[in-house]
């Protein structure tokens, strides 16, 4: 089955003590994303990758880190987070970059607290 | 930067009535993408809008690219319950890959 795999779905963690969040698909696309989602802030971008080892800054990059050593995995780091990376958080991917047929598919979504 | 609003930002109508969400850019879009987020869920693609003044259309959903590319909505004719949900508008931003995604229209359906 085609599908962005997200881990851990739900995390509760202490302000500073690092953490990953990963993403891998099994589609073969070469662009993929993550994203926050705020109660009415919407879907914000943190990062994107339009192919390994390329990896570009979002609107909301602070705080985090990602990287695309293989086409299929996309892991997102918080090197410390905070009380304010509290948020939900979304993986996903898609065959092109956003000005071509670019339908992303998203990953289930992963709930994380830092207190 | 480029920025992407939504209105209205919550909407409950009564299981039959119609219901429309409205996205504006602040710059043109090549394309526009519309998405559904069920309640605990993830968002979900239901269509992508190329051409200026392109009309589609999926069953009791009708969606629409302004002549300008700078504007979209989605209507919904005859709401049911199963309609319920937070619709989002996308745009790639301009001369990057970012794809900017709006503030989204949250839908109740009250039977």
């Known amino acids: 089955e085609a599908q962005v795999t997200q881990n851990p779905r739900y995390l509760i963690t202490v302000t500073g003590k690092k953490l990953t969040v990963t993403c891998s698909q099994n589609?073969?696309?070469?662009?993929m994303s993550w994203y926050r989602q705020d109660p009415g802030l919407g879907l914000r971008q943190i990062y994107y990758?339009?192919?390994?080892?390329?990896?570009d800054k979002g609107d909301v990059p602070e705080g985090y880190k990602v990287s695309r050593k293989e086409k299929r995995n996309f892991p997102l780091i918080l090197e410390s987070p905070s009380p304010n990376q509290t948020s939900l958080y979304f993986c996903?991917?898609?065959?092109?970059?956003?000005?071509?047929?670019?339908?992303?598919?998203f990953g289930a979504g992963s709930r994380l607290t830092v207190l | 930067g480029q920025q992407v609003m939504q209105i209205p930002q919550y909407q409950h109508v009564q299981e039959g009535e119609d219901f429309t969400t409205y996205c504006n850019s602040s710059?043109?879009?090549?394309?526009i993408q519309w998405y559904k987020q069920r309640p605990g869920g993830h968002p979900v693609f239901l269509i992508q809008?190329?051409?200026?003044?392109e009309v589609k259309k999926q069953k009791r959903l009708t969606f629409q690219f302004g002549e300008a590319k700078k504007n979209s909505s989605l209507h919904i004719t005859a709401t049911q319950t199963t309609d319920v949900g937070t619709y989002f508008c996308?745009?790639?931003?301009?001369?990057?890959?970012?794809?900017?995604f709006g503030t989204g229209t949250r839908l109740q359906v009250f039977p």
């Open positions: 589609m073969n696309h070469e662009y």
């Open positions: 990758s339009m192919n390994v080892e390329v990896t």
């Open positions: 996308a745009g790639p931003e301009s001369n990057t890959d970012k794809l900017i």
């Open positions: 809008l190329v051409k200026s003044g």
């Open positions: 710059t043109t879009l090549s394309n």
């Open positions: 996903a991917s898609s065959l092109e970059g956003p000005s071509g047929a670019n339908v992303l598919t």
